[in-house]
């Protein structure tokens, strides 16, 4: 009853420590996914609020719009109003004369004449009488003119006379429009003739004046049909705005041609609704979800905070710098996001940078007024450097990095253009798209290479440059461990080509682990006679020893080993292969010797002092290490090999492989190590292939024996030459 309590207890006791270490990573993980969420959903709402252009003529504008792109289009607008001019030109107007104005003018004036005839011929009895009846006979006579006409001579009223009815006739021979005729009136005195007197011309055109009359009617049907026809021959204004020309200004009063200019970019439109934003700040945190996870297992040999937090920090600067410079039409594709995410591939590794490309290409297309252009360029140009730089282990990769990102930013943004219809892709607009491609390209490289080392520091991050930089056999560790241990260096290198093949079936990094090899055992260094590799025609030193001794002197390389790595400065990720490359495997062979010499045995006392394998490197570097001292001490035994069966050697060499497996699995070595038992077999197969190129039986070549004849030397002689 006890017994059971006990085991309830205790396995309640490590469902609770599992779902605590659980809670911790997924505390982590919404840590990392809100510190990286809430500042997007800012510089989001801003975008949003931007993007609401709603402007009426004669508006004061609160900002200042620019174009973002060249482009050449029909004015509306402007046509329009050039028709209007067109259709409401006077040269449009068909006139028709009616010739009965004229002959009912004339009429008019005969009529006048012979009134003031009669009135003429009473001036003798009453001046003053006739002068008033002249007045009224013709409205608008003043007073001394209607005296002057009364009181003229017979001679002097025939010459007004005549030339009264020739000035009205000559005048309505011609065009008289209603919009003329006051021009006409006073043009009079010019046309009557020199001939009279200056009071006879005077008195002639008061006369005439009176009956000038508009002599010609607008014929509605051919003047509609004209305007009709000039309008419609008016081609269409065609207008052209450059990239960066401002088009709304803040301050400035809306013009109807700005309105036009807006409309036709794209960038008058309302305001998205409040359910819209809201659904796109749902998408933005399913993808920066998806991101945080992508980051929180790219760390996972350390998962500590700092670095992810430091790399969010590198997303939103990213994210803010663009913000400011995409949305200018100058900085639109020399913007060099693709340097960020080739820092990912760099420090991190390709998924992650993958998802990183396209998270700041859909965050910077938003931020640019939810443009597709801006999405599609910067998504490209940054999956293009991700790919080349991965895994760079020469400095000129970052140069062809940055060529990949020119290329690739210059095509897409080409081919968006042409297709999404924006503009003609004209020599101009292509050489400013190479040109700014180009400065991608150059400060995305440039920044990647410059910062890297930096970042990979502050971050405990290696790269594959400082790895391979570690792989120099003139590094002070490795030189000395080549020169006072050299058995142990050379089965550092057999352990690293098992280890690399490995780890490259199994999704590892064969760089790190082939590093990790050439250093795991160099706590070896500073006692290289205690290992038996080393110890060539030398006295075993442990044959003197008692076997807790010896192990302790065994296991003291694996703290050593981390001390002296400390102290050289190595990355982290080569320190934990040290340290964990024996986990807390048994010291077999002097805990066999111990018991076998009736000592009081304590198992402990005969482990490692570990941590077990944390990664798949790790567990690699372990299973490698082991699997070729068991199969060296097989094959310097002898047991390798069996005479006269040819397959002796594949059949021993799966055996010591499937046990030191096993034995590592059933000790619980590679539980923390994140390897499938699939993987596992794929391990086993790249040892198996690889052992057996080593060890494959040879055939043993005859001795060929030389007979010397030498004529007159001494054979002693000949034997010594």
């Not at 005859?702 to 010594?720: F, I, M, S």
Request: charged residues 20%.
């Amino acid at each position: 009853m006890l017994s059971r309590i006990d085991r309830f207890w205790s396995d309640s006791l490590l469902v609770f420590i599992a779902l605590r270490h659980r809670a911790r990573h997924v505390l982590v993980w919404l840590g990392v996914f809100f510190v990286l969420w809430a500042p997007l959903a800012v510089l989001v709402y801003g975008a949003w609020e931007a993007s609401g252009i709603t402007l009426q003529p004669g508006q004061i504008a609160d900002r200042t719009i620019k174009a973002p792109y060249t482009a050449t289009f029909e004015s509306r607008l402007l046509t329009q109003q050039a028709r209007q001019e067109a259709y409401d030109d006077s040269r449009n107007i068909v006139l028709v004369r009616d010739p009965a104005v004229e002959a009912a003018q004339l009429e008019a004036l005969n009529r006048l004449l012979t009134q003031l005839d009669a009135i003429r011929a009473q001036r003798g009895t009453d001046l003053a009488a006739a002068t008033q009846q002249a007045q009224s006979a013709l409205e608008g006579l003043g007073a001394e003119d209607a005296q002057l006409l009364v009181s003229l001579s017979d001679a002097s009223w025939g010459r007004i006379e005549g030339e009264a009815r020739r000035l009205l006739a000559s005048v309505l021979s011609g065009e008289v429009r209603s919009d003329n005729v006051a021009q006409i009136k006073e043009q009079l005195p010019d046309r009557v003739s020199i001939e009279l007197n200056p009071v006879e011309r005077r008195l002639v055109v008061v006369l005439v004046r009176s009956f000038i009359r508009p002599n010609v009617r607008v014929d509605e049907q051919a003047t509609r049909a004209a305007r009709e026809a000039a309008a419609a021959a008016v081609s269409p204004v065609m207008v052209t705005v450059q990239a960066g020309q401002v088009i709304v200004r803040d301050g400035d009063p809306v013009t109807p041609e700005a309105l036009e200019k807006l409309e036709y970019f794209g960038l008058l439109s309302p305001r998205q609704s409040w359910p819209e934003f809201l659904g796109l700040l749902g998408v933005l945190a399913l993808w920066a979800g998806g991101f945080a996870l992508a980051l929180y297992r790219s760390v996972q040999h350390t998962r500590q905070p700092r670095q992810l937090f430091l790399i969010v920090g590198l997303v939103l600067l990213t994210l803010a710098a663009g913000r400011l410079l995409v949305t200018i039409p100058e900085f639109r594709y020399s913007f060099p996001v693709a340097g960020t995410v080739m820092l990912f591939a760099v420090l991190l590794d390709l998924r992650t940078a993958l998802l990183a490309s396209w998270f700041l290409a859909l965050a910077l297309g938003i931020l640019d007024g939810f443009s597709l252009l801006t999405t599609l360029v910067a998504g490209f140009g940054s999956l293009a450097g991700a790919v080349v730089v991965w895994r760079a282990e020469r400095t000129v990769t970052f140069l062809w990095a940055g060529i990949a990102v020119a290329a690739a930013t210059a095509a897409t943004a080409l081919a968006a253009l042409t297709a999404l219809g924006r503009q003609v892709v004209d020599w101009n607009l292509a050489g400013n798209v190479l040109l700014q491609s180009g400065i991608n390209g150059v400060l995305s490289a440039s920044l990647c290479f410059l910062s890297f080392s930096l970042l990979g520091r502050l971050l405990g991050i290696t790269t594959h440059l400082q790895l391979m930089e570690l792989a120099h056999p003139t590094q002070p560790l490795l030189s000395r461990l080549a020169r006072e241990a050299p058995g142990t260096y050379h089965h550092s290198l057999v352990v690293g080509n098992l280890a690399e093949a490995a780890a490259e079936v199994v999704g590892a990094d064969p760089l790190l682990t082939r590093v990790g090899v050439l250093y795991h055992d160099i706590g070896k260094v500073l006692h290289p006679e205690l290992y038996v590799e080393n110890q060539a025609n030398r006295i075993n030193i442990h044959d003197s020893l008692d076997p807790l001794t010896s192990a302790r002197l065994i296991e003291e390389h694996v703290t050593e080993g981390v001390k002296l790595a400390k102290r050289a400065r190595l990355p982290k990720p080569i320190v934990d292969i040290i340290q964990q490359h024996h986990g807390t495997t048994l010291i077999k062979y002097f805990y066999a010797k111990a018991k076998e010499a009736g000592l009081a045995v304590d198992e402990q006392a005969f482990r490692y002092p570990g941590p077990r394998p944390q990664s798949k490197e790790a567990a690699v570097v372990m299973l490698a290490d082991s699997v070729e001292a068991a199969v060296r001490a097989a094959a310097q035994s002898g047991k390798l090999y069996e005479p006269g069966d040819p397959h002796s050697v594949s059949k021993r060499l799966a055996e010591i492989v499937d046990r030191v497996i096993r034995e590592r699995l059933e000790d619980g070595q590679l539980d923390d190590a994140d390897l499938t038992f699939r993987q596992i077999t794929e391990i086993r197969r790249v040892f198996l292939t690889m052992l057996e190129g080593v060890y494959h039986p040879r055939v043993e070549y005859p001795e060929v024996r030389r007979e010397l004849v030498v004529t007159g030397v001494d054979e002693r002689a000949a034997a010594e030459a």
